[in-house]
């Protein structure tokens, strides 16, 4: 029976891999992924579960972390049943869609298209102080804009502007909230589009530039027909990406108003009812479930981002590997 | 000077020129009222004012805060903390799983890359309530949640449970742009040093990491910045405004009930903004960059 031994496999010349093998070969790379890895896993992916496990409990600082119950999909029946959730809803369109639309599109397209069409040296300069509310600290940033409404006679608009004119004078953040929520996110929102745009605008291939102008194109001419097509891709991104996330962004809002004068939208609401209110009755799995509503919008909204952003393309095998 | 598109005349920049100043302008204001307002009693709008509302008032009582307030110093210290230990979190971790997604094969690491994406465009701020529940799990660790000497731990109402969180929030941006600045360094060298019989390690810490300083660098400026700024984060986390940073100590004076003296406030506002301002002006290229580099997804 030894003596006759079976031949050789010849199609397994290399035999597969065992699965403590791949772990030894891959150990470093596994090593170096560890940390992010970990971090990863602790601060996404368990809080997916900890959220959407969370909002169907009626968990809250009333029960305390003993005393709750699983209550199933009750809390998204008295989120769809709550007479809040209606014009929280509106508020949150509302507020997406001006501040895109006016600022994070408007805006960005305005500035990117003004400052390429001026000595280069200058637009930079422009680019540069429109950057400047992204990086100021928020606190600071909105403290400048609730001097700016203030009353008078301390409040810039009313003592530069309406004072002078004879106009009525008032603190204007009540008076006008929206006018103020979509100003204060709409000029932080606008240099992101701004880079993008600038950045596709200039590698326009000049030919294309100097053939509108040989056939005599207006500027506007040149912007609806040469640019605008051109950088379609950059605004269709854009888009999508900022309306994730102005639609879970609260910071400033929150430092603005608190959701005072008809400004509470809905990642705001969530996190008013979880973790931050003046009554101190923590519901977290109310909270939990207004935001699973959001997180199931930001995966819904993120994976549509990866498919048509060409993801593949990003990820090309290690050329190291290839030895 | 050369026109981006070479139709620069005078007159053909002057339009664009005069629109851009007025729709800067806005942006502008805030700041000059900023200046001027540590600086003098009170401000009607622009205009500094005494007591008596009469132009004048210079003063430099409201930086008194500095040396009567002794909270301030400690916040001071808490947010350097915050955002030095973001930076080293931040850049220690996402450049090695940058190095490795980009250099190394292991089993899933298409799938850790297609997460990171997804995570990119992920909006965090949603988790916040969860964090809170996995924070005060840590803080029942011990030692480890509540027990550390300087970060207090890594738990619910500890420097270093912010700070722990704020690295995993910002980890899906730093470990793409690290990819990206690997991918593009030349893996010559590299391999020598493997046939050499280099360990990964050193090659990353000693050989790859040198290459990519830019890279390196425009990270660690946008960590520090966006750990000084931070305020979300360290008011959820962190209960008490006095033991925290900066930001939300700011908030309480901001959002007090009291009539607030505005002069007072901005001074504690300009103390948290200069280091960014000075900050900004000699790293704008960068940040331009690392705005268009954190979004390269969609080019």
Redesign the interface.
Known sequence: MTAISKPAPMVEARPRESWSD?LRR?R???L??A???I??L???F???I??TG?SATDMSSATGFQKWDWVGLENYQRMIGNPQAAYITWNTVKYVVLTLSLFNIG?AL??AL??????????FI???????????????????????A?DA????L???IF?PLGMETTNWIPAQPWVFVV?TNG?VGA??GM??FT????SIP?DY??AA?VDGCSLWQRIRYVILPMIR??LL??TT?QT??L?????SI??LT?GQFNTEVW?LW??HR???NYIGNFQ?GF??AL?TV??LV??V???I??RY?Q?DA????????A? | MEDTFGVGSRSRTFLPLTLLSLLTLPILVGYVWIVISTFSTRTYGLMPVDANGNFGGWTLSNWAFLWEDPIIWRLTANTLLLATGLTIGVVLVSSMAGYALSRINFPGRKSFLATTLILHAFPSVTLLIAIYFVLRWIGGIPVLGRGLPIIGGFGYNTLGGVILVSVALELPLGIWLMKGFFDQVSWDMERAALIDGCSRWRVWWQIVMPMIRPGVAALAIFSFISGWNAFLIPYTFMASQDQSTIAPYLRGLVGATVPINYSEVAAVGMFQLIPILIFFIFTQQYLLSIFGGGAKGGQ
């Open positions: 791949t891959s470093s790379g596994l170096f992924m940390p992010a890895a971090l990863v602790t601060f996404f368990i809080p997916v900890i959220i969370l805006m305005v500035v003004l400052s390429t069409h001026i000595p280069r040296r200058a637009g422009f680019r540069a102080l429109w950057l400047l509310p992204r990086i100021t600290p928020s606190v600071v940033y909105i403290m400048m804009w609730k001097y700016v203030a006679p301390y409040g810039i009313n003592a530069q004072g100003l000029f240099s992101f880079v993008i950045s596709a605008i200039e000049r530039m100097i102008l891709w950059p991104f854009v990406y994730l996330s639609l879970t962004s609260f910071e929150l430092l608190d990642s969530a996190y979880a973790l931050n977290w909270g939990a935001a959001l997180v930001g995966i909204l993120a994976v981002y990866m952003f993801f990003l990820v090309q095998e290690p050329k190291i590997e030895l």
